[in-house]
């Protein structure tokens, strides 16, 4: 069953139907489309000024005592004799004060009379006094007899510290003959930090 509602209004005794305003709608919004996810990638206007981004440049660290700001490369040949009558010979290595020498990798070459045999060793010091002094062995392997002299080589990548000290850094070769004069050539490869304690 329908039911029909009617409203009146009364005017000087008349009724007449009573019409209802009809309300106001608003308009449909208008829908702007997505743009693109590649709207991006599109190229630069004429006049668009080019704007440059640049993020900061990270600093190396390393863990340990050391705070590293720079890492600057390190490379060392040195060389030197030992003569008729001796056994040893060694060189220091110097390090600046306030740095400290991480020392990655050392080739050497060692020759002598025939016969004769060779050790090597690289001494550091971390804590400046002698006692905890440090000896790195190196080994060395014949290369072969050239003109009546023997040739040996060693090679050895590592990880080891240096710091300034006394006595300081020091690379030492020893024989196993006083005979003849012996002759070694070493180049230590690495870098330098500074130190903050």
Known sequence: M???????SVSFGQVSPHRATPKKTAAPASI?????????LKPLA???????VASAPAKASTPGAASIDTMQPFLKTINFDIPAGTTQGNC?????EGKR????YVSVRAQGPTGQKFIAQIQTNVAHTESLRGKIWLVFFYQG???????FTASHQMHVYAEPSVPPALFVAT??????AAFIEATISGYIVNMRR
Do not use: C
């Open 101 to 104: 020498l991480v020392i990655e």
């Open 92 to 96: 220091p290595i110097t390090i600046p």
């Open 145 to 151: 007899t050239f003109s009546g002299i023997d040739v």
């Open 175 to 180: 024989r196993t003959d006083i005979s003849g």
């Open 2 to 8: 329908t039911v029909l509602f009617l409203t009146a």
């Open 46 to 52: 004429p006049d668009s000024p080019a704007v440059a």
């Open 32 to 40: 702007t489309p997505a743009t693109s996810s590649n709207e991006h």
